[in-house]
């Protein structure tokens, strides 16, 4: 587990967490898929925070865009849950900083995290 330490240590912030966008860095820096991540630092006694989604963290989002809503909740199962996943795919198409304030800001439910912190979450405290 050194190894791990050493890696993941470099990429913490100020807080002692890996925040999210961070874990697929240290995912390729170790030679695993990113949903080992989450795993390999709750093993290390580490959080992983600041989802790009806002699942969780203390990040800063825009106002939601209804157009990209719009785009989001095409692919978004009968109870308007998508996996993180088609969320990352999509923000090709504009920006991450853009899907993330939109799911943030509406009542669509992040699934199956890319990085193993979560499968399900609730919208508790979530504006919708």
Request: a neutral charge.
């Amino acid at each position: 587990m050194s190894k791990e330490i050493d890696i993941i240590s470099k990429y913490l912030d100020e807080n002692g967490k890996l925040p999210c966008i961070k874990g697929f860095v240290v995912a390729s820096k170790l030679g695993v898929s990113p949903c080992e991540i989450g795993a390999i630092t709750k093993e290390l006694g580490i959080r992983v925070t600041d989802c790009e989604l806002g699942v969780f963290g203390n990040l800063e989002f825009l106002d939601k865009d209804e157009e990209i809503y719009s785009q989001i909740i095409k692919k978004a199962n009968e109870s308007k849950q998508i996996e993180c996943k088609a969320l990352w795919d999509e923000a090709k198409k504009s920006s991450l900083k853009i899907v993330g304030s939109t799911v943030k800001n509406s009542d669509i439910e992040v699934v199956y995290c890319q990085l193993g912190c979560f499968r399900t979450r609730s919208h508790s405290g979530r504006k919708h």
